[in-house]
């Protein structure tokens, strides 16, 4: 089991910065790949970004060029460093990883972002 946990969301205006972190705890033996979804009201989850164990990323195009991932692996920590927000980045923000193919969610954190 992968326990993750969410923090860092809130309120922002238009053209703010935001930084999401997710910490991994439980059964971690290796660097895993995380990442992070949003599901705005209404609408899918979608993909944000993916940070493999590598390192390498992935993107939405729509964050392409505003949004950071990265990782800590000595803390089994994700960050996601959220630049130039728009309103429609407004959704709950999802930590996700992949352990052994099982895919494991955090429970969320909020974005709200005002024009």
């Known amino acids: 089991q992968v326990q993750l946990v969410e923090s860092g969301g809130g309120l922002v205006q238009a053209g703010g910065s935001l930084r999401l972190s997710c910490a991994a705890s439980?059964?971690?033996?290796?660097?895993?790949?995380m990442g992070w979804y949003r599901q705005a009201p209404g609408k899918q989850r979608e993909l944000v970004a993916i940070i493999r164990s590598g390192s390498t990323t992935t993107y939405a195009d729509s964050v392409k060029g505003r949004f950071t991932c990265s990782r800590d692996n000595a803390k089994n920590t994700v960050y996601l460093q959220m630049n130039n927000l728009k309103p429609e980045d407004t959704a709950d923000y999802y930590c996700?990883?992949?352990?052994?193919?099982?895919?494991?969610w955090g429970k969320g954190t909020l974005v709200t972002v005002s024009s």
């Open positions: 996700w990883a992949n352990r052994g193919g099982l895919a494991y």
């Open positions: 439980g059964s971690i033996s290796r660097v895993i790949p």
